[in-house]
């Protein structure tokens, strides 16, 4: 069916000889003729549609895909409780020395006794974004060699290392863990890869460090001087993020949002979920648990309540846990954090736990070969429910539809109108390659405007480095915006506008191949706006359009979005505090997301300055002519 | 006060140059060389085993320590050209040589353009319904004056040219040449379109098959077709043409031979390109299907590959010896498109010559769907690789697709023009209006 739309399309567009198309089709005049209506008519389908994958009967079950896993195969051997909460005590007795650092000599010390090839990593941070600043750091990890293979392939299990003066809750119970496991298994003859024990420090910083410095490249932009390892065990299969807080937990929840938006293979997460079913825990998927009925109403919305929030939290590109950073080496890694919520389950036991992470690692230890089976691309409406690539891609195209279709309709315009001139030369070329590549040039040029305003900020007005970068980044915007309100003469609104929407389209889609949530919010927030630009007679109208435009802005809809999720965070604050709050939290969410492309290689806000930006200066430049 | 006169006539002269954009951009080039630090030593596009800078240096370092730049797998660079490299190298002109030939390959390719839109009008002009025919064509003249412009324009506007350029790859080396012998042909002079594709061919295997196209055209150059006369026949120019080209890829070769001492650098260069050793992925066709073939039978699709890249190019000749600027853009194409190790200088350098067929524009030329083709697996070819080497998320069949994507975006473009240009014919010699019963009808294609 869509073939045969296609070849109609291309069998129509290309039938040209009389100098006039035919539009015999009735399908292809629908588009042409009809193509406001048929774009919001797409656009709400689209919506409606995706909005409906989260219904039980859209989604699918989840299965385990690989077989080698054999989940829950083995007999759970892990029985020290008290081994663990030993560990802890002394753990907490050793953190309790250094409130703001890490017990590093205690931790190898432990793992030293345990047999363990123990290796340490110190790193720095060389922060070039105003006052230049290096933070340093430092990770311990201990390998458990495995007895029946040469170090090739190695399997993680990681925790990050909060000081008690830390804001985040500790993670000692992960540690204590961790070391109870090491001191289980470590004499266990079935090991077939070894097992990395690591222990990061400063959260995302350690981890980012670590794994460069294990594989020895450094993808962002070479900020993290991370040195080298002493000890490596080979190709890492995959890899499990402990969180789990010294107290009560009652519910583990599983982390699966990466760097970037990049997701682990689907197997590792349903692995992680059936074994914590087995060993009757309760796990969680963003903190909720699945509705008991699914096809309900109810069921429905808290479905859908999951999915969105899966998707606001990938659509940011920045990574839930310390897992996020392995995806990018083609590792898979989940975070398992425990959580506290009286009177929803039983505390859960360090017994327990450790038979989960058992049971993960007997599995990961039976792989053949990396993850590849199931999916790498999906959405969760639960902890067992997925919406495959196939599934969601569908409503999504038909979502970003409408700016292909608006490109196709401009176009029509253009040709038809170029062949009642009879006259090739009558489109400016020249001009509107000149004014595409000057927007890009234009955009790429804002690479560099982050450090010249943290630097002029700091000289003259005693900014800190957020509120110069931030100030900077509006004043930029504001001068780019005024050098292109000057009318150009004799503009070809129309080319310009197309060639704009068919970038618009295929930035939406090239991002949902990487990351779906960031195209569904680009295409839900992005396509009516720039659909509503267009030539207007009256002055008036010109100004409507523009303030359409306006609102299609990077910083406008930075400031929206933040605005809604400070109103929806502190419901009962008074609007001016919920404005003051926004306002700061957009001061320090430019800096983050600087901070996160130049440190971790976050690609949000290159592809923004570099492909949207100017899309939105194409469409300012034209819009109402 | 001299000086800022000076500055004024200056910047008029610029001003009035009709190419200003053509210069902001060769400007941009040169600032995007300096400046860019991508690293795109390891993009496949760019870099097939027979163009990397890379191995230049390792052929040379080998050379000078063993003696034999070919005893590893890695160098297929042939012998006189690792000589020039060491000597460019050693007076640090390595990267200038490259900026030259770029900027030379752009504005030798403009002449180029110019002297076929001079023989395409001509070519025109001398079909039958002559009145009918120039309105195929309303501003003949501006479509030759413009055409240097315009091949300007499509040379350093091209993406594909501008990362063959900034990535250093060698191919650039090849591109003037080809250009060069290019522009020999259209200028009707044998001595410097064979010599010039020699080098290219001595270069690049692939190179020998244009010397048909470029003999076609010096032929009907030449004039021979038309006049009756006996001396010099068409025949004769065939055979000078082949001598010429025979005796200067002869004397490279055999020269090659005198400073390696051996012969084993053609196992090294042609067998390598031959018998497509290196299956690594590419642009092109043969890695993918050469790794999934059985063994048993790679032999025999080795020789229908081969066959396949230069085949063509008779049923071509047969039927367009009389169009020889489309024959030439066809075959210059389909060797980028077929060839065992692609990369995008080789693309980006037949599609800098795309705007001569501007004037089948009106006549067939799915140019939306082209233009989206040609972006979307531009876009999505990076992006596959990446998710398919780095993230590990894709497999070899994501990239595999894309590239297929876009050689069949290429042949695509390519058999709108080979259309168009029928299509162009044909209404030249009818005329545009049609009458069937005293009916006006309209021609498509169904």
Known sequence: MAATLVLKIMGVLSNRTSGKFSLLDPLVKIVITWNRNVCYFCYIFGILGFVSLAYESVSSGVYISENALLPGLVHGQFNSESVAREFLTSIQEEASRYPNGMPYAWIAAQFQQLGLDVGTQDFVLRYNIGPKTNYTGRNVYGILRARRHSSRESVVLAAPYRPPNSVFTPTNGGIALMLAFAKAFRSASYWAKDIIFLVTEHEHLGMEAWLEAYHRVSPAAGLVDSGDLKERAGSIQAAINLEIPEGRASYIDVKIEGLNGQLPNLDLVNLAHRLCRRERVQSTFKKRVDPYDGTSLEGFLENLETMLSMMSSQATGVPTGNHGFFHRFGIEAITLAGYYEPGM??????????????????????????????????????????????????????????????????????????????????????????????????????????????????????????????????????????????????????????????????????????????????????TPLFLGTGTASSRKGVFFKRLIVLLAHPVMILHVVLLLDAYRTFPEETPPSILLKSLSAAKRSVMYSLMDSFVYGNKMYDTCIQFYLPIWMLHWLTAGQ | MCLSTCLDISMSMLLHLRNMLVIFIGLLHLVLKKISNIDLRFRPEIFVPTNHADRIKEGIFLKNIIGNAYSGDLVHEQPLFLLAFEILQEYGLDSIAITVSHFACGILLSWVGREIAIDIVKGLKRNKVSESSLSLMPHAEDYVNSMGDWILKAYFCNPLVLLTYISESTSIFNNICLAASLYGTVKGSMVLSSIFLALAAYRDLYAIPMLIPSTVYIISKKNCLKTQRKWPSMYTYV???????????????????????????????????????????????????????????????LYVFQVNTIFYIVPLTMRFHKHPPLLIYAVMSLLAIY???????????????????????????????????????????????????????????????????????????LTNIVLGKIKCDFFSENGLDLTIDEKKVSLCLE
């Not at chain 1, 990396?370 to 599934?391: C, D, E, K, M, P």
């Not at chain 1, 009558?426 to 234009?442: A, M, R, T």
């Open chain 1, 345 to 526: 389950h039983h505390p859960i036991r360090y017994h327990e736990l450790g038979r989960i992470v058992e049971g993960i690692f007997r599995s990961l230890n039976n792989l053949q070969e990396r993850f590849h089976q199931s999916f790498f691309f999906y959405l969760l409406s639960g902890t067992n429910r997925y919406i495959s690539i196939g599934v969601y891609m569908i409503p999504f195209s038909i979502m970003a539809a409408p700016l292909l279709l608006r490109a196709v309709s401009i176009w029509f315009d253009l040709v038809q109108s170029h062949n009642a001139q009879k006259d090739l030369t009558s489109l400016n070329y020249d001009q509107v390659c000149g004014i595409i590549i000057l927007c890009h040039v234009f955009g790429s040029c804002l690479f560099l405007l982050p450090s010249t305003a943290a630097k002029l900020g700091l000289s003259y007005f005693e900014f800190e480095t957020d509120e110069s970068v931030y100030y900077g980044f509006i004043l930029a915007s504001v001068i780019i915006a005024m050098l292109l309100m000057f009318p150009v003469k004799r503009i070809d609104a129309r080319a310009i506008r197309c060639i704009a929407h068919l970038e618009m389209a295929t930035l939406m889609f090239a991002t949902a191949l990487q990351n779906i949530s960031l195209a569904t919010f680009q295409a839900f927030i992005v």
């Open chain 2, 239 to 301: 055979f000078l043409n082949l001598t010429i080209f025979i005796t200067t890829l002869g004397f490279f070769l055999f020269y090659s031979f005198k400073i390696t001492g051996t012969w084993k650098f053609l196992d090294a260069t042609y067998g390598f390109v031959l018998k497509v050793t290196d299956l690594r992925p590419n642009i092109g066709l043969f890695w993918y299907f050469f790794i999934e073939v059985f063994g048993d039978f790679s032999n025999f699709f």
């Open chain 2, 339 to 413: 060839k065992a190790y692609p990369s995008i200088a080789d693309i980006g350098i037949y599609i800098s010559l795309s705007p001569l067929w501007i004037y089948t524009f009106n006549h067939t030329w799915h140019s939306l769907q082209l233009l989206f083709m040609f972006v979307v697996s531009c876009i999505l070819g990076p992006i596959f690789w990446s998710l398919w080497i780095y993230s590990g998320t894709a497999n070899a069949n994501f990239f595999y697709a894309m590239t297929l994507f876009f050689n069949a975006s290429q042949i695509f473009l």
